[in-house]
Structures are given as C-alpha cells and as structure tokens.
C-alpha cells in the first residue's frame, strides 16, 4: 500500500497543545494521530488509527492463538444485570448512566463481567460444553475523576477483556496460566517495557490476580521490586517478613514514665534521649497506635488500633486492601470526642484490650521485642513494653508503608520503587458472577455444577499511548515495526523530476513486494519534510534527494538514528525485508 502525504488527511502541529503533559499525549496530537473532543474523549485520525488497528491485530492474533473466541457484547446495557452484582450502585460516580425514552435506566459498559456470564449461560448447558474462553475488543466507559494524557487514561477508550469458564479450580488455574502467557508474548511482540506485579497479598490467594505495568516514570501506579530476585509487587501486595520470636527472659521491665507534652514521636524521641535510657533512641524504638474505624459490607462500623514503628506511616491503601472487604477510615475528631479514653498522642496497647478494641500490628512487632509506647494518659509513655509479656496483639497487619531498602519478602535483596502504566490485568475471579446468576450446567454426574470464571484485561488504546511514551526522542515518535503506521517513509526531496520519477518507482516496487509506503511527495521543503518524518516515527526513513543522480539514496533507521547513503538496489533490498 502506497500512502501519499500529498493527500493524506493528516496536518501536523508544530505546537504543543496547551493541555498536554506527558511526552506521548504531545506527540499524538502533534504528529496527527488522535484529536481531543472533550475531556478524555478522543478521534482517531488516519495515522493514528492505523496503530490502534495493528495494536489490536496482536491483541487478537495472542487470544486466538490461546483457543479464546471473539465475540462482541454492546457498549450500551440495562440496568438489571449490574443491579443484581450490587455494581450499579457500588461503581459509584465512575458509571455512566443513562436513561431511555420510556423512563429505563442503562449504563455504558465499564467492564462486562456480568453480560459474560449471563450470555454462556444463555448458550452453554453441559460440562462438556467447557472450558471456554470469550474475548472482545471493545469500547468501554468511564466517568474517570482525571482523565489523563489524551488516551492513556480516557473516559471513553478500547478494551481487549476476556473471561474464562471451568468447571473447577485446576481449570481455572490453568486458563489464567494460559492468559498469562498469551499476555507476555503479546506485550514482548509490541515492543513495551514491563514486569508483572502481583496484585493481592500472598494471604489472598498468591498469584490470583496479577498486573501487567509498563515501566514509565509517568506511571501513575508504584511498585517494587526487588532487582537480585525480581521479585515485583504492587505495594499494596507487599509482605513484611515478621520477625522471629526472642527470648523475653531478662528483659528489663516495663515502667510508665512522665514524658510531658510529648504527643508527636519527635517530641518523644527528643525526651527519650534526655531522660538517661541508657541509649540512643530512634523513632523504629517506639511504637505508635493509629486508630481506624472499619466496617464490613453488613456490619457496624467497629474502632481498630494499628501498633507499628513510630518511624513509619500507615500507608491507608495498603490498610485498605488488608481489611478487604471492610471499608477502612481514619478517625474523626468526633469519634476521638465519643470515646474519651483515647487520649491522643497517648494512646497505647492496654486501654484497647481494657475497651475490647481489637488491636494489629505490624509484622515487625515481634515476640520479645520492646517499645516505648503510650501509657493512655496525657503526658506519660511506658518504656520497654514488651510484645507477649506486656501486650499482645490480636494479629498481625501490613499496613505500613513501604520504603525503598526494605528487604523483599522472598529474602533475596531490598526493594526499591518504581513507576509504572497498568497495560494488563489478569484476576482469578472464582465463584462471584456466577452465584449471581445461578449458572449451572449439567455435570459429568448429572449433578449441576457451576463454572468459576477468571477475567483478563487489557487497554488497547492506553497501549498506543504507552508504546508512544517508551518510544520517542525529542523529535518525535519511534515506532516499533509491529505497530508502525507504515514500514517505509519515503520522502522525495528537492525539485529534480528524475528523483521524483525514481521515488514513485522505488514506492512502486516497494508496494509490490508488499511493504506499507508512507510516500512523502508533497511541494513542501525537505526540512519540513524531515521533520515530519522525525515527527510521525516509521521506522525507517528513505531520502530521494541530490545522490539520486548518482543512483544512491540515502536510508536512515529512526529508532538508532543510524544510516546513510547507499545503492538504490541495496535499498530496495533493505526496504523489502520491512514488508510482511
Ligand atoms: P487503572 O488502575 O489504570 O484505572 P483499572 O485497574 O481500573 O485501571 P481494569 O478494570 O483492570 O483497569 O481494566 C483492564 C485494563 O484496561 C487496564 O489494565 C488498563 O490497561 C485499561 N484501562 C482501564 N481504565 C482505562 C482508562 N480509563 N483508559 C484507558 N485504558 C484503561
Ligand atoms: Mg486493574
């Protein structure tokens, strides 16, 4: 295919637009791929959808490949199946509904696990009829609070999401597995950067759900990792490794000590290492209470204390995925107001278990290991508190954050962090949309049994964003050949009408031997020329210009910058070898 600039509806910028941030939202507007329509809604022009399509290609060609089938669900849905999941209302803001003219509520799929559920249930009655794994490649809507860089995190964007269906959990372990694979070799063939972080805490079932991230300093979502073991999590996934019991015997014992006006731990620390402890104390030697409330989907909302080193904070979303399903908030001043026994700054172990508050802490709170700590009356601490002689907690939680230099949790080396753009989510689902529509099939037995689902996601447009973010220099795009609006970019340069003739031969033959030309013959100059070719990435840049006569033409690789002028022949040589 022959691809004439000439003609193409394409126009390049030579500004930044105004709103955009990141390096990939500046260039797809820039080099004429995508469109702003409104906040987080975006067109897709020539160039641009060319990519998504190839995108896409690969997406499908791995699912394929996998024995998965395609199918294609609406966009637009009732309310009746989301209502009966709870998400109707559980989604929040971040759904949009709508209402028809006869007064029905609908909503624009966010996700459609539901719909999957329902349409196997539709089709599929026998054990026989399993496994089986659906995908689409489709359109889906959400009202994000920040929509972001262009199409990295749109309102409306494309969603590769499949789900499988077993009927018993090896079944289940064996799609995702399955899944997991077609994902690796469908990011690794797209040319991205990336690792695969564990989603869930070893405590919620391992490997049940996992994240592809794109390694981007851009990225909205840190991990860590460990770079001796590779090791790679989600901090909220991050376990603490607890620490082994010590000997309590001879320990000295506890003592309340007047601390006046210490509520903060430096105010703390400062009076420990005034008062002649007999050693230097550091913030990890206290330990502090943090008071939450929690309640669970049915319950009342219950105080809970978090005991861990005065030197860390309590990192709330990894609190959050620990207490999953409870809902975890910090405590008001009114709560603070309702249970007078808590004095603030001075709340420690002992008046939890004297109020039957139950009480976690950090894995580092080990057996024998001692504390100053509050003694929950104001302007006193007790020192060398005791875990398992003085106070024992009620278990133990990992909500404290996470730094760079803790040691990983396989005990290999220390993590550090790093940023990352979520591509891909792979999530062992299990029972969940299936008991909320009672799908059951007929067993080998001929007893009901019904299938456990896995569901797997990947954003299909984010990954145009996330392949642009990893791949430009200043100039402009790069793009991987997977993924490359064209294969060649040739470029006619100066007025000589044997160079132009030549061009459109080389274009010709190039067409024949089935490579993607994107023929630049416009009147325009070739600085304008070359630096739209730099703008617009295909991987390989050809320069019809002042060697034509000379019967070279010069050839120019746009990731490495390298080339030079070579034989047309030669050329013509290289550049097939770029045709599928
Ligand atoms: P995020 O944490 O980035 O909001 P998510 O965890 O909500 O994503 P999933 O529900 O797991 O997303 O959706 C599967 C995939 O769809 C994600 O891995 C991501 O690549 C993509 N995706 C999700 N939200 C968006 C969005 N607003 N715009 C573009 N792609 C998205
Ligand atoms: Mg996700």
Redesign the pocket.
């Known amino acids: 295919m022959i691809t004439r600039l000439s003609t193409l509806f394409l126009r390049t910028l030579r500004d930044d637009p105004a709103d955009a941030e990141l390096p990939s939202h500046r260039l797809l507007v820039r080099a004429g791929y995508i469109r702003r329509i409104a906040p ?1 809604v975006y067109s897709w022009l020539p160039l641009g959808l060319r990519v998504l399509r190839e995108v896409e290609r690969v997406v499908r060609e791995e699912m394929d490949a996998i024995g998965a089938q395609e199918i294609s669900l609406p966009a637009l849905l009732p309310r009746e199946p989301y209502e009966k999941t709870n998400r109707w209302t559980e989604y929040g803001p971040g759904l949009f509904r709508l209402r028809d003219r006869k007064g029905n509520d609908y909503l624009l799929g ?2 459609h696990e539901e719909l999957f559920a329902l349409t196997v249930q539709g089709e599929l009655n026998s054990y026989k009829d399993f496994p089986v794994t659906l995908y689409q490649v489709q359109t ?1 809507y ?1 009202d ?1 609070e920040r ?1 972001r860089a262009g ?5 409306e ?3 590769k ?1 499949s789900y499988s269906f077993d009927l018993d959990e090896d079944g289940l372990v064996a799609s995702y597995a399955l899944h997991r694979g077609a994902y690796q070799r469908m990011f690794d063939r797209l040319g991205v950067r990336y690792v695969i972080v564990s989603a869930m805490s070893g405590a919620m079932g391992g490997s049940a759900s996992e ?2 991230l794109a390694e981007s300093p851009n990225g ?2 840190t991990f860590v990792r460990c770079l001796e073991s590779g090791y790679a999590a989600n901090v909220e996934a991050v376990t603490t490794p607890a620490a082994a019991p010590r000997p309590i015997d001879g320990l000295p014992p506890a003592r309340v000590c007047d601390t006046p006006d210490t509520p903060t731990i430096d105010a703390l620390v400062d009076w420990a290492n005034s008062a002649g402890l007999g050693r230097a104390v550091t913030a990890a030697d206290t330990l502090k209470t943090v008071l939450v409330k929690t309640k669970l989907p049915a319950g009342e909302w219950q105080l809970l204390g978090v005991g861990l080193p005065g030197d860390r904070e309590v990192d709330i979303k990894r609190l959050a995925a620990a207490m999953e399903p409870a809902e975890v908030v910090l405590l008001t001043e009114s709560d603070f107001a309702r249970n007078p026994f808590l004095i603030k700054g001075y709340v420690g172990p002992k008046v939890l278990r004297d109020n039957g508050i139950k009480y976690l802490a950090d894995p580092r709170v080990g057996i024998g290991t001692a504390w100053i700590t509050g003694a929950d009356e104001a302007g006193k601490h007790v020192v060398d508190a005791v875990c398992g002689r003085d106070f024992t907690p009620d278990g133990t939680v990992d909500a404290a954050e996470v730094r760079d230099g803790d040691p990983s949790p396989d005990g290999a080396g220390v993590l550090v962090s790093a940023r990352g ?5 792979i ?1 062992q689902l299990g029972r969940k949309y299936t008991d909320a529509f009672s799908v059951d099939v007929l067993g080998a037995d001929g007893k009901k049994v019904r299938p456990t689902m896995g569901s797997y ?7 145009v964003a996330v392949i642009a973010e990893q791949c430009h220099d200043e100039r402009g795009l790069r793009w991987p050949a997977e993924v490359a609006p064209a294969d060649v970019h040739l470029v006619i340069a100066g007025k000589d009408e044997a160079a132009r003739a030549g061009a459109e031969q080389l274009a010709a033959d190039l067409d024949a031997a089935g490579v993607r030309v994107l023929l630049d013959d416009r009147k325009a100059s070739p600085g304008v020329k070359f630096a739209d070719a730099e703008l617009i990435g295909v991987p390989v840049v050809c320069i019809v210009g002042r060697g034509w006569k000379n019967g070279l033409v010069e050839v120019r690789d746009r990731f490495t910058g390298s080339g030079g002028e070579v034989p047309v022949a030669e050329a013509m040589d290289l550049l097939s070898r770029r045709g599928s």
Not at 151 to 155: C, D, K, S, T, V
Not at 421 to 425: F, L, Q, S, V
């Open positions: 987080g966010p996700t889906k959400r994000e929509p199409i990295l995190r749109g309102r964007f494309i969603m999401d994240e592809f909205e979502d753009i979520e591509i891909g989510h999530f996601g990947v954003g299909v447009s984010r990954l």
